[in-house]
């Protein structure tokens, strides 16, 4: 009788999985030492990342996966990847150690909503003492108000994590009897808020706006960007730039209109694109199986992209899409574009084709070096 193949898989998935265990314990004992590297860049006033360092360690795990006979990049791919989770370790150690928070007050409007939940969480391991007000159940173990218009707004930094509409109103409510703390929004957009922010300063308030350009699944700020619009208050805009000082973010600072004007391409432009391109899809009569099966790596990433933002909330993006000032400007560029392209295809005109990939070219390189 030949041999039965299951049980000779049986002890080689045994001895895969022991492989697994001990590639785990690996990863963890080289987590641990990488906190205690961000320790000591901590004491000696290191930044955590070096990315000389990070360079050297790419360069040596791409020669050993190569030493062992495995392609360069996997080497590259494993090592990025402990990288980061390196990186987010030492963040969060950071975070905690220098946080600004030493039991200090805050309240976050709206603290139940995705955003709101992200700044409850960050404000806490920065150790303040952090309570919500909304109307939906929030995080476990945390003060929830339900309406913040029933409460003495006596916090040090009073965060509105609500909608735009809904923040607008807050805001220009606010006026009335401004807050003694420190205010901001967090708000994809400024120019439905521009009423609400003058009036609460104008009032005497000690209010900023920001916008974290990330998602509220984010861990690891390194590479992300947090923005930060002065409304005539620069001690409150220092302070919520305090906030953000002990991780790896970006900080940029810029006026109102400069903000709206730039996300109606950065937001605007990127998210119509997808919402363009799955609308195309979906109302091409093929099916997505199908168009699977002939998928190419450019279609593929785009998919990939479109469908992260198909899962996006649509009343944000509406608003995105609605409430900005300048939001028919990129939606004009992107259509003219689209015409542009369509009659260079018609005419059937290579020396047009390839000027408007030649001038995206030397656009792209141009970003690339900044």
């Known amino acids: 009788m030949p041999d039965d193949p299951r049980a000779r898989l049986d002890p080689l998935r045994h001895e895969l ?4 265990r001990e590639i785990m314990a690996l990863v963890a004992r080289r987590q641990a030492v990488a906190q205690r590297i961000g320790q000591v860049k901590r004491d000696a006033g290191i930044p955590t990342r070096d990315y000389h360092q990070e360079k050297d360690v790419i360069e040596r795990a791409r020669a050993s996966a190569v030493e062992h006979g495995l ?8 090592l990025l990847t402990l990288i980061r989770g390196s990186l987010t370790a030492q963040e969060k150690d950071t975070v905690a150690a220098t946080g600004e928070g030493a039991g200090r ?9 995705h955003m709101g939940r992200w700044f409850v969480r960050y404000l806490a391991a920065q150790g303040f003492q952090v309570e919500i007000a909304d109307p939906r159940d929030g995080p476990d173990g945390i003060v929830n108000h339900r309406d913040w218009r029933s409460i003495a707004l006596d916090h040090e930094l009073i965060i509105v994590a609500a909608p735009m509409p809904a923040t607008a109103a807050i805001l220009e409510a606010m006026a009335a009897a401004p807050p003694r703390g420190v205010v901001f929004d967090v708000g994809s957009l400024k120019s439905p808020l521009r009423r609400g922010l003058h009036a609460l300063r104008a009032a005497g308030g000690r209010v900023t706006s920001i916008h974290p350009m990330f998602g509220p699944d984010t861990e690891l700020l390194s590479g992300r960007h947090v923005i930060f619009v002065d ?21 940029v600072e810029m006026d109102l209109e400069s903000h709206d004007r730039l996300i109606a391409y950065v937001l605007g432009l990127s998210h119509a694109l997808n919402i363009a391109f799955f609308t195309a899809l979906a109302e091409s009569g093929e099916a997505a199986p199908r168009l699977a099966t002939l998928s190419s790596t450019t279609f593929d990433a785009q998919l990939g992209v479109a469908a992260r933002v198909a899962d996006e909330h649509p009343d944000l993006y509406f608003e995105i899409q609605t409430l900005n000032d300048y939001g028919t400007e990129s939606l004009a560029a992107l259509l003219y574009a689209v015409e542009r392209l369509r009659s260079v295809v018609r005419a059937n005109d290579l020396d047009g084709f390839r000027a408007l990939m030649t001038r995206g070219q030397s656009y792209l390189k141009g970003r690339a070096k900044r």
């Open 71 to 78: 392609p360069a990049p996997l080497g590259e791919e494993l």
């Open 231 to 251: 409304v005539g208050a620069p001690d409150a805009t220092a302070a919520a730039r305090a906030l953000f000082e002990p991780t790896m973010a970006t900080l």
């Open 105 to 113: 007050s805050v309240l976050v409007i709206g603290g139940a909503g």
């Open 17 to 20: 999985g022991q492989i697994d």
